[in-house]
C-alpha cells in the first residue's frame, strides 16, 4: 500500500497567519490526493480534491497544490474556525491511504 | 434532506460480528461510490472499503479483507457486515457519498458524510 507522510503533525499558529501542510507519497500518485478538515467530534470535510481543486462552497484561503509524490495545503490566512486536523489522502490506487494528520492548533 | 444517517454500531466481543448499516437520503443512491471510512479513538483516519453505484465493483484495505463485506441495497442503502471482529477494529465508522470526479481520470471527492457510528470490540 502507498504510504502517506504529513508534515508537521502539529503546528500552532495564529490568526491572520499563511500556513502550509505537506503531504509525500512513499511513490508517484501524479495529481491523485484529497485534502480533508476534521473538528473534534465532526464528520471530515472534502476541502480539495485532485490535488488542487478546490471543493464547492470552500474558501478561496484554502488552496492546494503538488503532483507526482510531494503535495501541499497551503491557507493563506488562518481564521478561527480553521483550526482542526488536517488529512490528505491518495486515491491512485487501493487501499486508498490517509496520512496520518496535522492538528492545527491556536499559538 | 440530502444526508447519510448510520446505524448499526455498539459493543461486540472479539471474534463476534455486527452489520452496519448507511442510510441515504435526498439524492440517487444508485449513481454513486460509496465508502467506509473509520477512525479509532483518538488516531487518524482510514479508509475501509468502498463499492461501485450498481454494486459490480468493491474494494478493501488489506486489514479486513475475508472478514468485512460491503454490499448495498435498491432502498438507498448500504451496509458493512464484519465477521471475526477484532480490537484493533474498534472505531468510529463513518460512511460517505464519493463524487467520483471525471476530470481526465477519476478523483475521489467524499463530499458527504454520516454522523458515524462507534463500534467496541472488547470482552
Known amino acids: 500500500a502507498i504510504q502517506m507522510t504529513q508534515s508537521p503533525s502539529s503546528l500552532s499558529a495564529s490568526v491572520g497567519d499563511r500556513v502550509t501542510i505537506t503531504c509525500r507519497a512513499s511513490q508517484g500518485i501524479r495529481n491523485e490526493l484529497g485534502w480533508y478538515q476534521q473538528k473534534p467530534g465532526k464528520a471530515p470535510k472534502l476541502l480539495i480534491y485532485g490535488a488542487s481543486t478546490l471543493q464547492s462552497g470552500v474558501p478561496s484561503r484554502f488552496s492546494g497544490s503538488g503532483s507526482g509524490t510531494d503535495f501541499t495545503l497551503t491557507i493563506s490566512s488562518l481564521q478561527p474556525e480553521d483550526f482542526a486536523t488536517y488529512y490528505c489522502?491518495?486515491?491512485?490506487?487501493?487501499?486508498?491511504?490517509f496520512g496520518q494528520g496535522t492538528k492545527l492548533e491556536i499559538k | 434532506e440530502v444526508q447519510l444517517v448510520e446505524s448499526g454500531g455498539g459493543l461486540v466481543q472479539p471474534g463476534g460480528s455486527l452489520r452496519l448499516s448507511c442510510a441515504a437520503s435526498g439524492f440517487t443512491f444508485s449513481t454513486y461510490w460509496m465508502t467506509w471510512v473509520r477512525q479509532a479513538p483518538g488516531r487518524g483516519l482510514e479508509w475501509v472499503a468502498n463499492?461501485?453505484?450498481?454494486?459490480?465493483?468493491e474494494y478493501y484495505v488489506d486489514s479486513v479483507k475475508g472478514r468485512f463485506t460491503i454490499s448495498r441495497d435498491s432502498e438507498n442503502s448500504m451496509y458493512l457486515q464484519m465477521n471475526n471482529l477484532r480490537a484493533e477494529d474498534t472505531a468510529v465508522y463513518y460512511c460517505?457519498?464519493?463524487?467520483?470526479?471525471?476530470?481526465?481520470?477519476?478523483?475521489?471527492?467524499?463530499?458527504?458524510w454520516g454522523q458515524g457510528t462507534m463500534v467496541t470490540v472488547s470482552s
Open positions: 463499492m461501485r453505484g450498481d454494486g459490480g465493483l
Open positions: 489522502i491518495q486515491d491512485y490506487n487501493y487501499p486508498r491511504t
Open positions: 460517505a457519498r464519493d463524487l467520483n470526479i471525471e476530470i481526465g481520470g477519476y478523483f475521489d471527492a467524499f463530499d458527504l
